[in-house]
Nanobody, 124 residues
Framework: QVQLVESGGGVVQAGGSLRLSCAAS????????VGWFRQAPGKEREIVAT????????YYADSVKGRFTISSDYAKTIVHLQMNSLKPEVTSVYYC?????????????????WGQGTQVTVSS
């Protein structure tokens, strides 16, 4: 079992920044991939970014390229999502998830373990 705990969410004004963290504990493997997803009310869960624990491979949704950065600290088993130039439309609950198969999939169903989510609210 893998436990994931997100932190770092909050309320920020448009143009501001937040740094989300996903701390993993339990049975973790170097071959896992970790993804950040978000879900706004009435919308489907969507990929934001994903990375292998080694940090060798990453993927970003087009909407966040150039503004968000995903990084992994394997020694501390933490994955961060640095979010800059935030816009009101990114207001959502953000979830981190782990894929034991190890590849950076954009599909939520490929991720076995999920955190409880952290709310990000960007005010205009």
């Amino acid at each position: 079992q893998v436990q994931l705990v997100e932190s770092g969410g909050g309320v920020v004004q448009a143009g501001g920044s937040l740094r989300l963290s996903c701390a993993a504990s339990g049975r973790t493997f170097s071959s896992y991939a970790v993804g950040w997803f978000r879900q706004a009310p009435g919308k489907e869960r969507e990929i934001v970014a994903t990375i292998t624990w080694s940090g060798g491979t990453s993927y970003y949704a087009d909407s966040v390229k150039g503004r968000f950065t995903i990084s992994s600290d394997y020694a501390k088993t933490i994955v961060h999502l640095q979010m800059n130039s935030l816009k009101p439309e990114v207001t959502s609950v953000y979830y981190c998830a782990a894929n034991p198969a190890g590849y950076t999939s954009i599909y939520a169903q490929m991720y076995t373990y999920w955190g409880q989510g952290t709310q990000v609210t960007v005010s205009s």
